[in-house]
């Protein structure tokens, strides 16, 4: 019954760790928005390199695409870049994403503490900023930024707004950023006239893959490139960022549930051994209850009942034990294992198999036990 209570808990234990990598990927990826595309300069990457120039996106790309396509509800061109920022001894090197207003509904940022940008602070070149969790933290520990000036490159800014925390992304802490208005960071602080980025917020009922499509067709269009030539630019598809992690998560998954179910396997060859030990031991009890007028089918439910009851119980410990073991781990880890209902049922049901599939032989040996040779048995 060890065997299936480890197996059982393994099981349970890495499906659970399955389920929770999921729900953190998936969280990740969401977090910065749905139903988006994301336009960045460049082609495809080619061997490890971009190919094509990373200056390739202007403002006017942006104004395009929203003006000739009535599926985009929004966009939001960017200017990204690193720089010190300092409040009184505190500083830190930290990414300055210069944005219009629209960002933060498009990436489904919260303002925490004061305010966002407003249009005019974009049109008047406004020296405001918008700071991440991370960074008001690290810059102000615990006290209220709002209201304060920080400087960036030298250059003084108000702060009117945290940003609500959104987690590392792993490629990309948006908590550590400083957010000022696109004007602002093209003009006064990064210096330059192409984009880092464009993201494109596509209405509910955009189909992303004809958007694309068409957003490639105007940016070919607009940067004069001839049929021959290759994109300078490439276009992602958060959905498909989606599909692709969910895709991941759930192989993974599977082969931690595969390398964990080893364990019942040897866990089931161990009940297996249990029960011809047994049979030996009750051939007599076995001769007698033939000789009452058992029949082989009698003798047979018996012992594989008692052997799906051995694995029965096993699994039931063995949920307990998966249960204790995703707690533990994410009592003490930043990691939330995800123990989910259909991974209870397939546990129960997984070990209920194993108790017929190796129960069958040692009950099918106690049916088939001639009562005369069993009775003389000693």
Avoid: C
Avoid at 5 to 14: E, N
Avoid at 101 to 108: D, H, K, V, W
Avoid at 346 to 365: C, D, E, T
């Amino acid at each position: 019954m060890l065997g299936i209570i480890i197996g059982v808990g393994a099981v349970i234990s890495m499906l659970a760790l399955g389920s929770g990598a999921k729900a953190q990927v998936m969280g990740r990826v969401t977090a910065m928005g749905t139903n988006l595309l994301v336009v960045r300069p460049g082609g495809d990457y080619r061997g490890g390199v971009r190919s094509e120039s990373n200056k390739s996106l202007k403002l006017a790309d942006a104004e395009a695409i929203l003006r000739e396509l009535p599926q985009v509800e929004a966009v939001a061109p960017l200017v990204m870049g690193r720089a010190q920022v300092k409040y009184f001894n505190h500083n830190m090197n930290t990414t300055i994403t210069g944005a219009p207003m629209t960002y933060l509904s498009i990436r489904a940022f919260e303002v925490d503490q004061g305010q966002g940008f407003s249009a005019l602070e974009d049109e008047h070149v406004a020296r405001v900023a918008l700071l991440g969790a991370n960074a008001a933290e690290l810059l102000f520990t615990g006290q209220n930024p709002v209201g304060e000036i920080v400087r960036i490159k030298n250059v003084n800014f108000r702060v009117i707004g945290v940003l609500k925390a959104k987690g590392d992304q792993g490629w990309f802490n948006p908590d550590d950023m400083v957010v000022i208005p696109f004007a602002t960071a093209m003009k006064q602080i990064l210096g330059q006239d192409h984009l880092s980025e464009i993201d494109v917020k596509l209405a509910p009922d955009a189909d992303a893959g004809i958007v694309e499509e068409r957003i490639a067709a105007i940016l070919r269009a607009n940067h004069r490139l001839l049929p021959e030539v290759e994109d300078d630019f490439h276009v992602r598809n958060q959905t498909e960022l989606v599909e692709m992690a969910s895709s991941f998560t759930r192989t993974f998954s599977l082969l931690l549930g595969g390398i964990a179910s080893i364990s019942l396997i040897v866990g089931g060859i161990g009940i297996m051994n249990i029960m011809l030990v047994t049979v030996t031991e009750r051939t007599r009890e076995i001769g007698v209850r033939k000789a009452i007028g058992a029949r082989e089918w009698d003798i047979l439910r018996q012992f594989l009942l008692e052997s799906i009851l051995i694995s029965g119980v096993g699994g039931i410990l063995g949920i307990g034990l998966g249960f204790g073991v995703s707690w533990v781990f994410s009592q003490f880890t930043d990691f939330t294992m995800l123990i989910e209902g259909r991974s209870i049922v397939l546990a129960l049901a997984v070990s209920a198999s194993v108790g017929i599939f190796f129960g069958y032989y040692p009950a099918r040996r106690a049916a088939q036990l001639n009562p005369i040779e069993a009775l003389r048995y000693e």
